[in-house]
């Protein structure tokens, strides 16, 4: 073990105490007027990381030379962050978001049920689905803008709402499972598998399906008494957004999707998407960069970070038996990303099928315990975070909300 592998770990530890202690630093800002910037600062989840990661190269630099962390830094994969981030300002325009909302709510309307508690339904279960098709990053960002006027605002009591958010995560982690290309730790592992997407759907869709409508009915049900009417809450007065704006919008969105592995190509077409919003800004909202720039920051950060995990994270997933390694994956998933992993796991030779469906059956349940859990949440937390007290979300509370919707999944997964 070299010297820099163990001060990445270290720093690694550091940066998952900093998340946990996010909300402290907030509450800090409001007692302490005087040096709230700094700790705002500290207190943004999404900022967490890649400041550890700017300390490792720090280190790195001064161990074994600049050179050395430079390398380094270039050799990291940062597609899944550029990704994330063109996908998450993209997917929040208002013309994509006013026409799911406006299919949904009329959904809505013809259903047995309430309208608004239909559509924290559709919100908590079909979207997180469509990440199948969209991506769970894109999923995660139109969920997340839906239910916020719905959830989380005020007159929802705190411990509803981390239920819902316990839902929204754990069901945007395995709601990407019918497909072979829509969920990071997927598609770690899909071309070394040769898993396409009818096995997904056979051996892990079905199941998802079920654990992710279970979850999503149980939680609708518990927030029923604390909804407010469904127009309000979906702005439906907003003047209607032109079909042909709408249809660009789309296009961009479906563009960026197909050429997710291709960052040259998609930044290519999100400055298209931002000279297209600058054309007709009068259908347009203020676009969601600083959101999207932070959460990109921060996985780039993990990316930075993670990359020196290996050296203890790989002997653990290799020694385990195919059910300690569902577990040990679920569990190891809520202090690392389970897309990393399964990457990991893709590098062990001859690894069993049984060991490959635990180990992915392992890593996306636990996707939702912690915001670092998957590579989607960090979306979630950016964008519905105000909605919350301190304006900021508690490690603790989002890991009680999830605990009950990731037993549902990991019984789906082992029992079904």
């Given amino acids: 073990m070299q010297t820099i592998q163990l001060v990445g770990a270290v720093l690694f530890g550091l940066a998952l105490l900093h998340t946990f202690a996010a909300k402290f630093f907030e509450k800090l800002a409001h007692r302490h007027p005087r040096h709230a910037g700094l700790f705002h600062l500290l207190g943004e989840v999404e900022v967490v990381f ?17 050179q050395a962390a430079i390398a380094y830094a270039e050799s990291r994969q940062y597609t899944e962050p550029l990704f994330v981030f063109v996908v998450m300002v993209v997917a929040a325009s208002r013309p994509v978001l006013d026409i799911v909302q406006r299919v949904l709510l009329k959904w809505a309307r013809r259903l047995p049920v309430r309208a608004e508690l239909a559509l924290v339904w559709f919100g908590l279960a079909l979207v997180p689905l469509t990440g199948s098709l969209i991506t769970e990053p894109a999923a995660m960002t139109l969920a997340a803008l839906m239910l916020a006027p719905l959830i989380f605002r005020d007159g929802v009591p705190e ?16 709601g990407g499972l019918l497909t072979s ?26 199941k998802a399906l079920i654990a992710v409508l279970i979850n999503a009915t149980v939680v609708s049900v518990m ?59 009068r259908y347009q909202t203020p676009l969601i960069i600083k959101e999207g720039l932070l959460v990109g920051f921060f996985l780039a950060g993990l990316v930075v970070l993670g990359g020196m995990q290996q050296w203890w994270l790989q002997p653990i997933v290799e020694s385990l038996s195919p059910l300690a390694l569902f577990f040990g994956a679920m569990s190891l998933t809520a202090i690392t990303d389970n897309a990393a992993l399964t990457y990991l796991g893709s590098l062990i030779d001859s690894i069993s099928p049984q060991s490959q469906y ?35 979300i508690g490690t603790l509370g989002l890991l009680a909300g999830a605990l009950a919707p990731t037993a549902v999944a990991a019984l789906a997964f082992l029992l079904l």
């Avoid at 890649?50 to 600049?66: E, H, K, Y």
């Fill in 50 to 66: 890649g400041f550890w990661a700017f300390i490792l190269m720090i280190a790195l630099a001064l161990l074994n030379g600049g």
């Fill in 159 to 174: 411990w509803l709402k981390y239920a819902a958010l316990g839902v929204l995560f754990v069901n945007i982690s395995i």
């Fill in 181 to 206: 290309y829509a969920a990071p730790p997927v598609l770690m592992v899909a071309g070394t598998w040769n898993w396409d997407t009818a096995h997904m759907a056979a051996h892990f869709g079905w």
């Fill in 223 to 281: 927030l029923r008494q604390h909804l407010r009417p469904a127009a309000s809450a979906t702005g439906s007065e907003a003047p209607v957004v032109p079909l042909a704006v709408t249809l660009v919008h789309l296009g961009f969105l479906a563009a960026v999707v197909v050429l997710g592995h291709h960052p040259v190509l998609f930044l290519g077409v999100f400055m298209l998407f931002l000279g297209f919003t600058s054309a007709y800004q």
């Fill in 358 to 392: 635990m180990l992915m059956a392992g890593a996306v349940t636990g996707g939702g315990l912690t915001v670092i859990a998957n590579a989607p949440n960090p979306a979630g937390v950016a964008l519905l975070r105000r909605g919350f007290q301190d304006e900021s």
